[in-house]
């Protein structure tokens, strides 16, 4: 199975070998992608490549923005690219949802050869969110484990478990627990 990390862009020095990692692209880079029919790989910009990407793949889900939620359809597309500097070929994950808005264009080292592998990578880059908050729990606002003091490994992976059950089981009742009408929870604010 495949592990997924969060990384600053390529060549950060945070990526870790063996592990896959996935980043939205926020400058267009210079990159290769190779032409099939000249048997070669070919210079281009990057968002130029994204904007004229073959998009087959329509994928319904929903957004939330100020707490509601929208059902709309993304279609996705996919090519392969090198980077000059980076040893390993990525790939190019293309996101559009209506052809008058720019394509969200996602780079990662999982190989996308498929529809099913397009759609997994896109929804574990979604998945960001719930991922940070339960970091921001875990560090800065529930749990102070940066000032526990653990001094053998076996007590290091104790105290991990204890912290991820307990930001799971604060997850949990945050959305399951019944809440009156009219109600809404505050953030919690440090004093």
């Known amino acids: 199975m495949s592990r997924f990390s969060r990384t600053d862009g390529p060549g950060s020095q945070y990526?870790?070998?063996?592990?896959?990692?996935?980043?939205?692209?926020?400058h267009n880079r210079w990159v290769e992608v190779y032409n099939e029919r000249l048997d070669r790989w070919e210079r281009e910009q990057l968002f130029d490549l994204a904007a004229c990407a073959d998009l087959p793949v329509p994928l319904p889900t929903t957004f939330t923005h100020a707490r509601n939620e929208r059902l709309v359809?993304?279609?996705l597309g996919w090519f392969q690219v090198r980077f000059a500097d980076l040893p390993q070929p990525m790939w190019a994950l293309v996101v559009r949802r209506c052809e008058h808005e720019p394509e969200l264009v996602l780079l990662t080292t999982i190989p996308l050869t498929t529809a099913t592998q397009a759609r997994l990578a896109f929804e574990q880059w979604r998945m960001r969110?719930?991922?940070?908050?339960?970091?921001?729990?875990?560090?800065?606002?529930?749990?102070?484990?940066?000032?526990?003091?653990?001094?053998?490994?076996e007590a290091m992976r104790r105290l991990f478990v204890l912290v991820l059950l307990t930001a799971l089981?604060?997850?949990h009742l945050a959305a399951t627990w019944p809440q009156r009408?009219?109600?809404?929870?505050?953030?919690?604010q440090r004093s």
Do not use: K, N
């Open 15 to 26: 990526s870790l070998p063996h592990t896959h990692c996935i980043f939205r692209a926020q």
């Open 73 to 75: 359809t993304v279609h």
């Open 129 to 153: 969110p719930a991922i940070e908050h339960t970091y921001r729990f875990d560090q800065e606002q529930g749990l102070d484990v940066e000032d526990m003091r653990v001094r053998s490994l």
């Open 169 to 171: 089981f604060a997850t």
């Open 181 to 188: 009408d009219g109600w809404q929870a505050r953030p919690h």
